[in-house]
Nanobody
Framework: QVQLVESGGGLVQPGESLRLSCAAS????????MGWYRQAPGKQRELVAT???????NYADSVKGRFTISRDNAKRTAYLQMNSLKPEDTAVYYC??????????????WGQGTQVTVSS
């Protein structure tokens, strides 16, 4: 079984930073694209950033220049460095990854989410 576990969320003031982590575990053969999404109360889940196993990253316009997605393939972990946080960044942040397991075909997995609250 494959599992994604996020960590690093919390309550911060506007202008501060947070770093989210997403660790994949289980019977993993290959991890392809990894990404971060977020869902604010009353809104649909939206893309924040994605990073393929090799190649260029992609960001939502609202976070360009403030957020940086990265990954450590050896640790099977993706990160989201969030700087200059704004109240409108408040949301539950979800990690996802396209993974081929030893006993399963390529599947998109989601983490349980981590709350990020930006408030003074």
């Amino acid at each position: 079984q494959v599992q994604l576990v996020e960590s690093g969320g919390g309550l911060v003031q506007p202008g501060e930073s947070l770093r989210l982590s997403c660790a994949a575990s289980g019977s993993i053969f290959t991890i392809y694209d990894m990404g971060w999404y977020r869902q604010a109360p009353g809104k649909q889940r939206e893309l924040v950033a994605t990073i393929p196993s090799g190649g260029s990253t992609n960001y939502a316009d609202s976070v360009k220049g403030r957020f940086t997605i990265s990954r450590d393939n050896a640790k099977r972990t993706a990160y989201l460095q969030m700087n200059s946080l704004k109240p409108e960044d408040t949301a539950v942040y979800y990690c996802n990854a396209d993974i081929t397991g030893y006993y399963s075909r390529r599947t998109t997995y989601w983490g349980q989410g981590t709350q990020v609250t930006v408030s003074s």
